[in-house]
């Protein structure tokens, strides 16, 4: 039984792994926040000014220019640039639900209670 379980508990991981990726694939096609830093970095290897317009997709960059600095070396390939960022992104998410579960003691909150918990957490 207890193998089931844990056969169970691979298949919903890697079931959810295969989804993470295709809805960041779709991320991607469709654009996000990401561009504009890779733009920026663009703007700022090209020595423009990278505050001013014309904006990427009518966004304008606000971070700080050192940002900007350290995105120049993954500028060249967006597709993967973003791709790794948002793989990263779900990592640490993933990192920190399992932190959350190591050091806060969830066996007093019921299991409809830890689903809402994590609900809350993914806003």
């Known amino acids: 039984m207890q ?3 844990e056969r169970k508990g691979q298949l919903f991981f890697l079931l959810l792994a ?22 920026a970095a663009e703007r700022l290897q090209r020595k423009e000014n990278i505050y001013t317009a014309p904006y ?7 971070y700080s220019p050192l940002f900007a600095f350290v995105l120049i070396p993954f500028s060249s390939n967006w597709f993967i ?35 809402l918990w994590m ?3 993914t806003i």
Request: aromatic share 18%.
């Open 18 to 39: 295969v989804v993470y990726v295709i809805l960041s694939i779709n991320s991607i096609a469709y654009g996000g926040d990401f561009e504009v830093y890779l733009d």
């Open 3 to 5: 193998i089931l379980l």
């Open 81 to 115: 640039s973003e791709f790794l960022w948002l793989l990263l992104s779900g990592l640490l998410f993933v990192r920190t639900c399992f932190l959350i579960r190591h050091y806060f003691d969830l066996s007093v909150l019921s299991r409809k209670e830890v689903v």
């Open 119 to 121: 609900g809350i957490l």
């Open 56 to 62: 990427f997709k009518g966004l304008q960059y606000y």
